[in-house]
T-cell receptor, first 117, second 112 residues
């Protein structure tokens, strides 16, 4: 069965702290994604990765960085957390896109609700 | 650029009644279209997807969606809503190399 796990369901941090959100998938997917979800704004893409050690900026990368040292793991880093980064963070993974002949359905983890005080 | 519009922020339906959630997309080529559902405090679960072929797509939990190219729409339907269907529903269009663009979601409330 498809499985994407995130290290924490709930997290409370203080302004200025460095925050790590971890995501692991067990489906041997090439692609991994980090989104944040806010009421009325839907899901917005922060960063994504097509391969190990590769990363691409999404729509809202400011204040975030990512790391992908292994295929199954994709980390989101808040270098210096701020209150406007309080949000729900969702990780997803998928196989290569249609050009490779594989479907590109994204499978999501349960999310991490981060509160920055 | 790709975009998705879900015009209804909230919809309330009586249990047992039919449901239609609207989704309009903007994309230059043949789109890949998805509907996801999110229960409170949970991640997103795929309901159904359209890649090609038959424009009427069947999904899980009794949902279906119809792709209408002329209207740039991919509306989600269910003939009889159950209380457990109360959730938030997201439409998404597949963009370049696996990226998805999501709509802002429609929250479904089911009244007894």
């Amino acid at each position: 069965d498809v499985k994407v796990t995130q290290s924490s369901r709930y997290l409370v941090k203080r302004t200025g702290e460095k925050v790590f959100l971890e995501c692991v998938q067990d489906m041997d997917h090439e692609n991994m994604f980090w989104y944040r979800q806010d009421p009325g704004l839907g899901l917005r893409l922060i960063y994504f990765s097509y391969d190990v050690k590769m990363k691409e900026k999404g729509d809202i990368p400011e204040g975030y960085s990512v790391s992908r040292e292994k295929k199954e793991r994709f980390s989101l880093i808040l270098e210096s957390a701020s209150t406007n980064q309080t949000s729900m963070y969702l990780c997803a993974s998928s196989h290569d896109g249609p050009s490779s002949g594989r479907e590109d359905t994204q499978y999501f983890g349960p999310g991490t609700r981060l509160t920055v005080l | 650029a790709q975009s998705v519009t879900q015009p209804d922020i909230h919809i309330t339906v009586s249990e047992g009644a039919s449901l239609e959630l609207r989704c309009n997309y903007s994309y230059g080529a043949t789109p890949y279209l998805f509907w996801y559902v999110q229960s409170p405090g949970q991640g997103l679960q795929l309901l159904l997807k359209y890649f090609s072929g038959d424009t009427l797509v069947q999904g899980i939990k009794g949902f279906e969606a119809e792709f209408k190219r002329s209207q740039s729409s991919f509306n989600l339907r269910k003939p009889s809503v159950h209380w457990s269907d109360a959730a938030e529903y997201f439409c998404a269009v597949g963009a370049l190399v696996g990226k998805l663009v999501f709509g802002t979601g429609t929250r479904l409330l089911v009244s007894p």
